[in-house]
Structure formats: C-alpha cells, structure tokens
C-alpha cells in the first residue's frame, strides 16, 4: 500500500506536558508508535511542525499517497492557506483532534479545514488518530 501521512502542526510538539487535563499524557512519539503497532503493514510518514509553510508543503507532498491524517492545531482555526492546500490534494484526508473542540470556548467550534477533508474525529484523545487511519486504509482497499 502507498504511504499514509499523518501531519501535526503547531504546538502539537508539546503533546504529554501541554495540558495533560485536555490532551492527555501521551507524546507524539506514543502516539507514531501506536499507530505503527496498530498498523504494521502501512508505511507512515509521521511529522510535526509549527511553521505553516512547512505544513501546506507536507499536505502537498501527501498528493499520490494512500492518505492523510492531519491535526492542524490552532491553525484549524484560520488558516485559509492550509484549507487551500488540502482542497488542492486530491487523496482521502481526515482532520483530528484530540479534545472534543466543540465542548471548549467558542472559538474552536469552528475550522476552516472541515470543507476540506471528508472527515472529522474530535474527542477521543490518541484513539482518534487510529480511527482516522482505519478509515484512510479503509479507503485505500474500498471498504
Ligand atoms: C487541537 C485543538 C485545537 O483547538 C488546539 O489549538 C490544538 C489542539 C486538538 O487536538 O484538540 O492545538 O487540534
């Protein structure tokens, strides 16, 4: 199977000390090595960063791949350049969070990715990453 992607943007680096009450204890390195246990047939290309550029070149890179799996941070929130860079990648995308953003302030109610992508997890900590990934592979085989 063609690679799965699964991006984290800003100040997912932080994951297991930021917040532990909303996002839980696990790090990002938990969370890859959940996955890669969960799925050990698929090849992950997993990143983080916080830089925007960086994040709309990654989502470009994933075009040709199996899928992509991306927890944007705060940038779900406004960026229309990341919005953009997934309307222009044409694999199956799902957007995560790990906190249930439409039980916190007003402001994260509403993503400006959402259009983007065919699907949304939010609230189910690490485990949303896993359904995120089912559903990609999912894709991937036509189920
Ligand atoms: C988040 C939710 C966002 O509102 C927040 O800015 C994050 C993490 C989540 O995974 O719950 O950084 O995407």
């Known amino acids: 199977m063609a690679s799965v992607h699964v991006l984290n943007g800003v100040n997912l680096g932080a994951l297991g000390t930021r917040r532990p009450e909303v996002y839980g204890t696990?790090?990002?390195?938990?969370?890859?090595?959940?996955?890669?246990?969960?799925?050990?047939?698929?090849?992950?290309?997993?990143?983080?960063?916080?830089?925007?550029?960086?994040?709309?070149?990654?989502?470009?890179?994933?075009?040709?791949?199996?899928?992509?799996?991306?927890?944007?941070g705060a940038w779900t929130h406004y960026s229309y350049a990341l919005h953009d860079a997934l309307e222009a990648t044409n694999v199956p995308k799902v957007e995560v969070h790990l906190s249930n953003v439409h039980a916190r302030e007003d402001?994260?109610?509403?993503?400006?990715?959402?259009?983007?992508?065919?699907?949304?997890?939010?609230?189910?900590?690490a485990r949303g990453y896993l359904a995120a990934v089912g559903y990609v592979i999912g894709r991937a085989v036509g189920a």
Not at 26 to 55: A, N, S
Request: charged share 25%; hydrophobic share 45%.
């Open 107 to 125: 402001w994260r109610r509403r993503s400006v990715v959402s259009p983007a992508v065919d699907a949304v997890v939010a609230g189910m900590g």
């Open 26 to 72: 696990l790090t990002l390195d938990d969370i890859q090595r959940m996955l890669r246990e969960e799925f050990p047939g698929v090849d992950f290309e997993f990143r983080q960063t916080d830089y925007e550029g960086e994040m709309v070149g990654w989502v470009r890179e994933a075009a040709g791949s199996a899928g992509l799996v991306v927890n944007p």
